[in-house]
């Protein structure tokens, strides 16, 4: 869906509330950029590239892959869990 100059969407995912939440790992064409993004869109629209919006930062989401923040710094696999005591996802990397 993405281009090689885009993060690469798919290293971990998980649905919530009705939406389908995916960590992408650094960019294709920037080996050194390890920077992990999150985009989001409902499970019905995850084939339509236009239907995602990517978190920006600041509570803001767009549909502007570079203004795409990175979230952390991690790998091209790793994985995301929910925890329930804490309330928050717990990634490993």
Same mark, same amino acid.
């Given at each position: 869906?993405? !281009? &090689?100059?885009? /993060?690469?969407?798919?290293?971990?995912?998980? #649905?919530?509330? $009705?939406?389908?939440? @995916?960590? $992408?790992?650094?960019?294709?064409?920037?080996?050194?950029? +390890?920077?992990?993004?999150? $985009?989001?869109?409902? /499970?019905?629209?995850? &084939?339509? /590239? +236009? !239907?995602? !919006?990517?978190?920006?930062?600041?509570?803001?989401?767009?549909? +502007?892959? #570079? @203004?795409? *923040?990175? *979230?952390? %710094?991690?790998?091209? #696999?790793?994985? @995301? %869990?929910?925890?329930?005591?804490? &309330?928050?996802?717990?990634?490993?990397?």
């Amino acid at each position: 869906m993405l !281009t &090689q100059n885009e /993060p690469g969407f798919g290293s971990a995912a998980f #649905i919530t509330s $009705g939406t389908l939440y @995916v960590y $992408g790992g650094g960019v294709g064409t920037n080996g050194a950029d +390890k920077g992990c993004r999150l $985009g989001k869109v409902a /499970p019905s629209s995850a &084939q339509g /590239p +236009k !239907t995602w !919006t990517l978190f920006a930062g600041n509570e803001n989401w767009s549909s +502007k892959t #570079i @203004v795409a *923040i990175s *979230i952390f %710094s991690g790998n091209d #696999i790793l994985s @995301v %869990s929910w925890n329930n005591y804490l &309330q928050s996802v717990h990634r490993g990397l």
